[in-house]
């Protein structure tokens, strides 16, 4: 069975940083595309970051500048190192990885979150 694991998030001063980093593991075959979408409190689950097989990468405009993803194919890990963080950064950050399954089925498969507080 298909399991994605977060690590990283916690509470950071505005314009500390983080490095939130992403697992997928269990029954895989192959990853396609990875990426960390956030959500705060009243608001609907948004795009932060994803990066392709090809390692070509699409950042929302909010973070472009501050949050760069990377991954690690051997791994099948992917990481956000985000700087400058600002309180409007703010959400649980879930990752998500669309993979093919051993048994040759596509799946996008999410993690269960990791909070992200950014307050002085």
């Known amino acids: 069975q298909v399991q994605v694991v977060e690590s990283g998030g916690g509470l950071v001063q505005p314009g500390g940083s983080l490095r939130l980093s992403c697992v997928a593991s269990g029954g895989i075959q192959g990853v396609f595309d990875m990426g960390w979408y956030r959500q705060a409190p009243g608001k609907q689950r948004e795009l932060v970051a994803v990066i392709g097989i090809g390692d070509d990468t699409n950042y929302a405009d909010s973070v472009k500048g501050r949050f760069t993803i990377s991954r690690d194919t051997t791994k099948n890990a992917v990481h956000l190192q985000a700087n400058n963080l600002k309180p409007e950064d703010t959400a649980v950050y879930y990752c998500?990885?669309?993979?093919?399954?051993?048994?040759?089925?596509?799946?996008?498969?999410w993690g269960q979150g990791t909070l992200v507080t950014v307050s002085s």
């Open positions: 998500n990885a669309r993979v093919i399954t051993t048994n040759f089925k596509t799946l996008d498969a």
